[in-house]
């Protein structure tokens, strides 16, 4: 069982940045590949970015390639989301979310965070 807890968003212009965290309960950090998604009111979640247990591989939408940037500190059991350059179509729910040992870029994650809102305005 792994309990996901992301921090982080907020409201910020157009153009500004945000970094979200996702810190993670458990010894097994390391077992997990992570992925953030977005979900924009009255639309899907979206997948956004992942990256694999050690941090080798990342992966990222086409929508916020060069913009956002997904790191993990496995020592610190986080994963973040650094945004830049951002658009007022990047405001979403954001959430966080652990899958055992694949990583994927659906949305059959194993675990979830609760999420937190980021609002861009114009």
């Known amino acids: 069982q792994v309990q996901l807890v992301e921090s982080g968003g907020g409201l910020v212009q157009a153009g500004g940045s945000l970094r979200l965290s996702c810190a993670a309960s458990?010894?097994?950090?390391?077992?997990?590949?992570m992925g953030w998604f977005r979900q924009a009111p009255g639309k899907e979640r979206e997948f956004v970015a992942a990256i694999s247990r050690i941090g080798i591989s990342t992966y990222y939408a086409d929508s916020v390639k060069g913009r956002f940037t997904i790191s993990r500190d496995n020592a610190k059991n986080t994963v973040y989301l650094q945004m830049n350059s951002l658009k007022p179509e990047d405001t979403a729910v954001y959430y966080c979310?652990?899958?055992?040992?694949?990583?994927?870029?659906?949305?059959?994650?194993?675990?979830w965070g609760q999420g937190t809102q980021v609002t861009v305005s114009s």
């Open positions: 458990g010894r097994t950090f390391s077992r997990y590949a």
């Open positions: 979310a652990a899958n055992t040992l694949v990583v994927l870029t659906t949305t059959a994650y194993d675990y």
